[in-house]
């Protein structure tokens, strides 16, 4: 136990200064701390009348888990507001599609929780709808396998929502950080997103922004879906304030999202949900390179390389329910969610634990996109990096109405890649495919993905065809033949 003190230091630091007027510590916590701090620098040598540094005094405020390094970090730029209304902020998760979202607590409760802020500098109207349409949206959900929302609230010219704080990462950076996700894992996450939408369905929600980043993966292996809010309802898209934009990130766009946004239905997030199970199991999104532009026309137009160049011992079946999730007629793809999870049922009922399946990095990396390529994730529509004049060009040509898509730039490195894509390029650098893609080695490529079922049906014909009629005629060639000898 340090020693009394009656000692203060010369001048209040910023960071003393900043913690009393925050009202997070109380007068008597911040003098044991300062105490405890002296009684430091006097066992390091130092005089009792040194003043505290900032420093030090974070490090004793962070061990009596007084502060968090987030909050001392604020109070140091003396930024004395960490509350919303009852919540405390206590760290910074990150930014979501229609705001900053932040770890917090309950002042009385105490109960940890994530609390989603919309920017004041877009508190326009059609905004606030959007985010009071939200929270409207995610008070009628209670899911184990979607993010609940508990509260809501304003605070001053600030408006928040709140959500239970899931602990772990989204799928995106599960895999940026780990590499290509083994079978197993894949189907146990996909599963569950799938049941965590079939319940949004049936409560006349579609999602429109199915992808990795909104797809959170708890310690355990357990996933939940995020941001449902953000969709407007299926049955009343009229009042969605966002209703006729082209909301979604482009990677995981459904044609018809692209086509007729006024007219999505939950076919729209299937196909989403498989582009999304496409980059768990590769490592890369279905369209990788090229423009926004570029990406929406392959969405309308082309398929994917077939997962085999990547995962080279997976089974047809399990690619089949990639291919039936996103085909790109909606009356020929998967019909419900919770078809998709029944079909993934068999691979995740092969697992050892299905709660908790493990998060072991997978041995290899896809093939990283070309120099020229732009990140994995280009947005359109909230949130876009896109440009407005490429978005305008596809959606004049598909006869979209795109004049209102907003765009925001999110916070970039100084060589153009966002962070999360520094970061990968850093834990997990990808192996050299070249062998795949090389021209030299192009007959032994594997065919598009949705060609690749269409040949295996008709081998498969072919060879029911040989085998019934082969056996016949060899039969009948002999006969002749020792007949022709006999004569002779």
Not at 235 to 264: C, F, H, M, W
Not at 410 to 430: H, I, K, Y
Request: charged share 20%.
């Amino acid at each position: 136990m340090p020693p009394q003190s009656n000692h203060s230091a010369s001048s209040p630091s910023v960071l003393s200064s900043s913690v009393v007027a925050s009202g997070l510590v109380s007068t008597s916590q911040l003098d044991y701390c300062l105490r405890v701090a002296r009684y430091r620098l006097q066992q390091q040598g130092g005089s009792a009348d040194a003043d505290v540094t900032d420093d030090l005094l974070a490090e004793v405020l962070i061990e009596q888990k007084l502060l968090t390094q987030y909050q001392t970090n604020q109070l140091r730029e003396g930024r004395t507001k960490l509350n919303l209304g009852p919540y405390i902020c206590t760290d910074w998760i990150g930014q979501g599609g229609m705001g900053q979202v932040f770890k917090a607590v309950h002042e009385v409760m105490g109960r940890e929780c994530a609390v989603k802020v919309l920017p004041q500098a877009r508190a326009t109207k059609e905004s606030l709808d959007s985010f009071a349409h939200e929270i409207r949206m995610q008070a009628k959900l209670d899911c184990p396998y979607l993010v609940r929302a508990f509260d809501a609230g304003q605070d001053g010219k600030v408006h928040y929502l709140v959500t239970e704080y899931v602990p772990g990462m989204d799928l995106r950076r599960l895999v940026k950080s780990r590499g290509p996700l083994p079978v197993q894992q894949c189907a146990q996450i996909i599963m569950q997103a799938a049941l965590g939408l079939q319940y949004a369905h049936e409560a006349g929600l579609v999602h429109r922004d199915v992808k990795p980043g909104n797809i959170l993966v708890t310690p355990d292996g357990d996933a939940k879906v995020s941001d449902v809010g953000l969709a407007g309802f299926a049955k009343d898209l009229i009042n969605d304030p966002r209703a006729g934009k082209i909301v979604g990130t482009t990677d995981y766009l459904s044609p018809e999202q692209i086509r007729t946004p006024l007219e999505i239905q939950p076919t729209s997030d299937i196909y989403s949900l498989g582009c999304t199970l496409y980059y768990a199991l590769c490592g890369k999104v279905p369209f990788p390179g090229g423009d926004t532009e570029s990406k929406l026309r392959r969405h309308l137009y082309e398929y994917p390389l077939h997962p085999r160049n990547f995962v080279p011992d997976i089974t047809e079946e399990f690619s089949d329910i990639i291919v039936d999730m996103t085909d790109k007629d909606p009356r020929k793809r998967i019909s419900t969610a919770a078809e998709v999870a029944s079909r993934l049922q068999p691979w995740v009922s092969d697992s050892a634990q299905v709660g908790a399946v493990s998060m072991e990095p997978s041995p290899w990396m896809a093939p990283p996109p070309p120099q020229h390529a732009s990140p994995d994730e280009t947005q359109f529509g909230e949130g876009a990096v896109a440009s407005a004049e490429n978005a305008s060009a596809v959606g004049s040509a598909a006869g979209i109405d795109t004049s209102g898509s907003a765009a925001s730039q999110p916070t970039q490195l100084s060589n153009g890649q966002d962070e999360d894509s520094a970061a990968s390029e850093q834990v997990a650098p990808p192996i050299d495919f070249s062998d795949v893609h090389s021209p030299a080695h192009q007959e032994q490529q594997t065919a598009p993905l949705a060609a690749t079922k269409n040949q295996t049906n008709v081998a498969v014909v072919v060879a029911l065809t040989i085998a019934i009629a082969v056996p016949p005629a060899l039969l009948i060639g002999a006969i002749l033949g020792f007949l022709a000898r006999g004569n002779l």
